[in-house]
């Protein structure tokens, strides 16, 4: 997600540079960025809930 995440923000250099840019490729790029946040945080919640039980 950092390379992402990252890569998001080099985009936003991009354009703060005045750079050409579309503005669909803004739109995927932040439904990926929060798709792939969606994710991570709930592989962690997941994972710390694995941690919390007792292995009977």
Do not use: C, Q
């Not at 703060?16 to 946040?37: D, H, K, S």
């Amino acid at each position: 997600m950092t390379i992402k995440s990252g890569g998001f923000a080099l985009f936003g250099v991009h354009i703060f540079l005045g750079n050409p840019y579309e503005m669909r490729t803004v739109g995927a790029m932040t439904v990926r960025t929060v798709f792939w946040i969606f994710i991570s945080i709930s592989l962690m919640k997941m994972s710390s809930d694995k941690k919390n039980r007792l292995i009977l």
